[in-house]
């Protein structure tokens, strides 16, 4: 008789087997991608936190702030000249870390040992901007600053209204180019989830587009590239 055609394609097992390997793939890779995320979120939480405890050891050791200490030149370690009087817009022993003093905070906690920061050594450049190739920077590569200003969010009153100005106060800018809800993971592991009340907060003004409200703390489709505050 005839012969009978081998039939083609795959049996139900198959493409059981199949369905399981893509699962388990899927599986790792989004497991994968978790794991990075809360090690950024760790890592971004750990430096705030480091860079805290180095502004007030700088502080307690040497009772001044770090770029605007008027005697660094000559009892820290290599050291430049004190930043004002030439191209910055600041006070020394004024306890504000204001104008070319933001550059040379990094470069007195660095040379007093307090932080490791390779770009940060040098001699900063009176009156060149915050970058990353000055200044400390977090996991995705935004700069850091610290920085004595108000940029920062307020909460409104509890009754409604509009929300009170905020104190100018000396603070860590956190960097931008962080997903916003990676932010929101940090303060809730620094601080209290809100991104206007506690100590870790969003920026405001140019750096703060589209990350102001709490519903971008905490969505699954982040801002992209948003900043905080850490509030000392």
């Known amino acids: 008789g005839p012969m009978k055609r081998n039939q083609s394609g795959f049996t139900l097992v198959e493409i059981a087997i199949v ?24 890592n971004l939480a750990d430096q705030q936190n480091a860079v805290a405890a180095a502004y007030f050891a700088f502080q307690d050791r040497y009772r ?42 990094w470069h007195h906690l660095t040379n007093a040992g307090f932080i490791s920061c390779p770009v940060c050594a040098p001699s900063p450049t009176i009156g060149a901007a915050p970058s990353a190739a000055n200044s400390l920077v977090n996991a995705y590569n935004g700069f850091m600053i610290l920085e004595y200003d108000n940029d920062y ?58 990350c102001l409200s709490g519903a971008d703390w905490q969505s699954q489709n982040p801002v992209p590239s948003c900043e905080a505050v850490n509030l000392f």
């Open 153 to 210: 969010a307020m909460a409104v009153p509890a009754g409604g209204g509009v929300a009170p100005p905020a104190p100018l106060i000396n603070h860590l800018k956190s960097g931008a180019q962080i997903p916003s809800n990676i932010l929101g993971e940090v303060d809730r592991k620094l601080d209290d989830g809100n991104p206007s009340t506690g100590k870790f907060r969003i920026i405001t003004g140019a750096g703060a587009a589209g």
């Open 19 to 42: 369905l399981v390997i893509i699962g388990l793939l899927l599986g790792g890779i989004l497991k994968g991608q978790e794991l990075v995320q809360n090690a950024r979120v760790r």
């Open 64 to 105: 001044a702030l770090q770029g605007d200490y008027a005697q660094a030149n000559t009892n820290i370690p290599n050291v430049a000249t004190a930043p004002c009087g030439g191209g910055g817009a600041c006070v020394q022993g004024n306890s504000q870390i204001t104008g070319d003093e933001i550059l040379f905070a």
